[in-house]
């Protein structure tokens, strides 16, 4: 699992890169990807599921931030 | 002539102001039977109404940001800290309430971010600090975003139960364990740094990389998780008084013809517990019409055990670190989800503006399963006013 750690960091980067070089869209082109159900953070009801995950999970979740602390030890 | 002269007469300028409330209530309920309480065998029975009141305001150049939130827990393995034999179950609260403040730098597309957070449950305080900032790029293409979590907690319990806000009296151990202090501090700091990126591929598809940079300190056990070693001897939960966690995750999102909008999340963690995490997630999106949307979901995970993890009776007494706790254990889990979201008001600027209703199912491959059931209803208000001439 470490190895696709490494993995993801160099699909990311290289993303990131090729991504860097797409044209930019015109106003009237940004209709699908301006859509509310396109947006990157999730609702305050996915954002309680991070947290239950972040809970009962060993792990953190990368694009849930923690809102609050809270011992989480029931 | 009269041509240039109404050239130079200049539109009249607007600012939205818009405000934004939202209740939210989940509901939590959960089932194992691994709980770190009595030593990683026991009920792991626990309930949560949970709701929580959100307020966004932006006026101008500045936004502002106020959360207030009540979990109410009733949970039969916190019960037995003071009693091995199941009994009734303890009811306790965890209190919560965050306020962010944004300013936006309109000519630089740039927005900075400070806030402060706190909340209180009968055996825990924390005191929440955050700032940040976001920038998207000229052509609207990129967006960078970084934020700072300082996060002070305080695990001595007595704050509730000896009159609101009473002085924090000591750590709760189990209760045949109270003859002596198992630790010398009582304190948690946490810090985390996050990082996004988000870059708008074509006209109907768009990806994000995320990644949090974490460090914990101080007190990272739970002082009521039971520790039963193999000679019979009983102990509580030890661990380093440090913790380095990273995690990154890539998200793709896609508008398919028809309606359709999936959004997919790839996610790895590690830390030097020796934990190791795999997430699957995917949410589907399905316009049925412009008001109603279906949401399916599923999410997998797949987790590598602490090195400090053993079951019940395994640990030597002579280890230094020890946990029985389940959710630091291997194990895989599954989340289905199911849910809709409906706009009635989508094109007024006043009202309610979003009602969702979503379902969970989630699955541990150790027995835990647990539902959740969570309503959102979302007012909005937007008002055009004209700008200030500037003199």
Known sequence: MKRSLLNMLSIAFMGILLCSCSTALKPYERQYVNDPEMAMSGSSIVKFQHYVCAIREGALVAEGNKGSGGCGCN | ?391
């Open chain 2, 1 to 391: 002539m009269l041509f240039s002269k109404a050239q130079k007469k200049e539109a009249p300028a607007f600012r939205v102001n818009e405000t934004e409330v939202e209740l939210l209530y989940n509901h939590y309920i959960q089932d194992g039977d691994n709980s770190a309480v009595t030593g990683g065998e026991g009920t792991e029975r626990l309930i949560v109404y949970g709701p929580t009141f959100n307020y966004k305001k932006e006026f101008g150049k500045n936004g502002l940001d106020f959360q207030f939130g009540v979990d109410v827990i009733s949970s039969a393995s916190t019960d037995n800290i003071d009693n091995i034999m199941s009994s009734a179950s303890r009811v306790d609260t965890r209190t919560y309430s965050n306020l962010h403040y944004t300013e936006h730098f309109e000519k630089n597309k740039l927005s900075i971010n400070i806030g402060l957070g706190a909340s209180i449950e009968s055996d825990y305080f924390s005191i929440g600090k955050y700032i940040g900032a976001s920038k998207v790029s000229k052509n609207d293409m990129q967006t960078y975003s970084a934020q700072l979590q300082i996060f002070n907690d305080d695990l001595r319990w007595g704050r509730l139960d000896g009159g609101f806000l009473a002085s924090p009296q000591f750590l709760i151990y189990p209760v045949e364990l109270r003859f002596q202090e198992w630790y010398d501090e009582y304190e948690r700091d946490s810090y985390n740094l996050n990082l996004g990126f988000t870059q708008v591929v074509d006209q109907r598809n768009s990806i994000g990389v995320f990644g949090i940079l974490s460090l914990q300190k101080g007190l990272l056990a739970t002082p009521f998780h039971r520790i039963f070693f193999s000679d019979d001897t009983e102990a509580v939960e030890q661990f380093p008084n440090k913790r380095h966690k990273m995690a990154l995750s890539l998200k793709w999102n896609k508008f398919t013809g028809g309606g359709i909008i999936f959004k997919n999340t790839l996610g790895t963690y590690i830390d030097d517990f020796g934990i190791l995490g795999l997430t699957l997630d995917h949410e589907t999106a399905i316009k049925l019409s412009p008001k109603w949307t279906l949401l399916p979901s599923f999410r997998f995970y797949v987790q590598k055990e602490s090195k400090y993890f053993e079951p019940l009776g395994v640990h030597s007494p002579n280890e230094t670190y020890y946990t029985s706790d389940y959710d630091l254990s291997s194990f895989r889990s599954t989340r289905f989800g199911l849910g809709w979201r409906h706009w009635p008001a989508a094109r007024k600027n006043k009202g309610l503006h979003i009602f969702s209703l979503q379902y969970f199912l989630y699955h541990r491959s150790d027995g835990l399963t647990a539902h959740t059931v969570s309503t959102s209803f979302n007012f909005k208000t937007k008002r055009a006013r004209a700008r200030k001439k500037k003199q």
